[in-house]
């Protein structure tokens, strides 16, 4: 059964410093990866979606990285700014996975102080 | 642009009561998802369609049903409602070509968030 962990659960940074979140991943079986940005009482906004035969992908400030042999995403995002303080969630797709069905991580929760 | 439309947002039943939370997209997307989530923690998918009427279990289908008439729509129902239900609720839509596998991402609603007291 896949497994997708993401640590640390929290965060706090001052404004200007760079953000580095973690996801890994036990099948390394993967068809993509996604992260995604949830404010409190709001819905999931996709940020990246990275294919398995890519090993980065960039948009703005975000930029995430893959590694599928390690079953490791990293998610970076340049210059924080306290817009940026909600939670970030990954996702993987499974190849083998019916309906093409998400599995996510149990989130970071950051938080960028001014 | 209204996506993906979940009602209602917020709403408390008593115990063994029944509800329908209601889902709603425009994209004419085919592939449709009903996931929880509960307090810090990821999400679950409950049930998924891959078509109006096709619909298959999730992680944790027990106490909840769903039905697919339209490519549009795709509620979720539950039954005899129990405290451990009491969760957010999100429903989701995306597009697959047919049999295959797409790098487009899901689109999400806002949640409906759900008390079982």
């Known amino acids: 059964k896949q497994e997708v962990t993401q640590i640390p659960a929290a965060l706090s940074v001052p404004e200007g410093e760079n953000l580095v979140l973690n996801c890994s991943f036990t099948?390394?079986?993967?068809?993509?990866l996604q992260w995604f940005r949830q404010d409190p009482g709001k819905g999931l906004t996709s940020l990246l979606l990275?294919?398995?035969?890519?090993r980065e992908q960039t948009s703005g400030r975000l930029n995430a990285s893959l590694d599928k042999s390690s079953g490791r995403s990293t998610l970076y995002i340049a210059a924080s700014q306290p817009g940026d303080s909600a939670t970030y969630l990954c996702?993987?797709?499974?190849?083998?996975?019916?309906?093409?069905?998400?599995?996510f991580g149990g989130g970071t929760r950051v938080l960028v102080k001014p | 642009n209204a996506g993906v439309t979940q009602t209602p947002k917020f709403r408390i039943l008593k115990i063994g009561q029944s509800m329908t939370l209601q889902c709603a997209q425009d994209?004419?997307?085919?592939?449709m998802y009903w996931y929880r989530q509960d307090p810090g923690m990821g999400l679950k998918l409950i049930y998924y369609?891959?078509?109006?009427?096709?619909?298959d279990k999730g992680e944790v289908p027990n106490g909840y049903n769903v039905s697919r008439s339209t490519t549009e729509d795709f509620p979720l129902r539950l039954e005899l409602a129990a405290p451990s239900q009491t969760s957010v609720y999100f429903c989701?839509?995306?597009?697959?070509?047919?049999?295959?596998?797409?790098?487009?991402?899901?689109?999400f609603g806002d949640g409906t968030r759900l008390s079982i007291l």
């Open positions: 990275i294919q398995s035969s890519q």
């Open positions: 099948d390394s079986a993967i068809y993509n």
């Open positions: 369609s891959v078509g109006a009427g096709i619909t």
């Open positions: 989701a839509s995306s597009y697959f070509p047919s049999g295959g596998y797409s790098n487009q991402p899901q689109h």
């Open positions: 996702a993987v797709t499974l190849i083998k996975a019916a309906g093409n069905k998400l599995t």
């Open positions: 994209m004419n997307h085919n592939y």
